[in-house]
């Protein structure tokens, strides 16, 4: 069945860029999606269409995609990033969706 | 203001059935897709099932497909999950989820706060 791959954790000092990946074999014909889960609440959409931010996220947040890797960039990372980031894709039909396992972010 | 509420969760013996429901207010519910996404205690999310703004198509992951059945009644504003055969592994948070959008490019753009289901014995 087709994944979607991210590293469990990555961390980073105040300041320090971020860069989370997520491969997955779909990626180059599907749109990557990001969710930041903070503890104990409801994810909520970082980045949209690969490189797309909604209104509302910081200008830090951006997204790139190359062949089947996606990758969420935060720049000047702050400790209120600390959080869950979540990729996402539809499948190869394109009528359900996958997660990535998820990737832990600590900024210390 | 967009609201998604679930409810229905709780305990429930490995085995039984169980329905979720998810109440949206603040906007013109029969517009959106509602998708049902889930997290086990400790886990990552999970995406659960689909379906249209009319009701007309409804897709499900391998892990349900089968066992649970998801529906909405425009008339209430409510989504429904009606979830059989439950098994240990279902266990989790389940939430619901506004699609903003349609086919690629769409995303969730709000969800719900989450129902705990707990499967045992």
């Known amino acids: 069945s087709y994944e979607l791959t991210q590293p469990p954790s990555v961390s980073v000092s105040p300041g320090q860029t971020a860069r989370i990946t997520c491969s997955g074999d779909?990626?180059?014909?599907?749109?990557a999606y990001w969710y930041q889960q903070k503890s104990g609440q409801a994810p909520v959409i970082v980045i949209y269409e690969d490189n797309k931010r909604p209104s509302g996220i910081p200008e830090r947040f951006s997204g790139s995609s190359s062949g089947a890797m996606a990758t969420l960039t935060i720049s000047v990372a702050q400790v209120a990033d600390e959080a869950d980031y979540y990729c996402?894709?539809?499948?190869?039909?394109?009528?359900?969706?996958?997660f990535g396992g998820g990737t832990k972010l600590t900024v210390l | 203001q967009v609201q998604l509420v679930e409810s229905g969760g709780g305990v429930v013996q490995p085995g039984r059935s169980l329905r979720l429901s998810c109440a949206a207010s603040g906007f013109t519910f029969s517009s959106f897709g509602i998708h049902w996404v889930r997290q086990a205690p400790g886990k990552g999310l999970e995406w659960v099932a689909v379906i249209w703004f009319d009701g007309s198509k409804k897709y499900y992951a391998d892990s349900v497909k089968s066992r649970f059945t998801i529906s909405r009644d425009n008339s209430k504003n409510t989504i429904y999950l009606q979830m059989n055969s439950l098994t240990a592994e279902d266990t989790a948070v389940y939430f619901c989820?506004?699609?903003?959008?349609f086919g690629e490019g769409s995303y969730f753009d709000y969800w719900g706060q989450g129902t705990l289901v707990t499967v045992s014995s």
């Open positions: 996402y894709s539809t499948d190869s039909s394109g009528n359900g969706g996958i």
């Open positions: 989820t506004r699609q903003l959008g």
């Open positions: 779909a990626l180059p014909k599907k749109y």
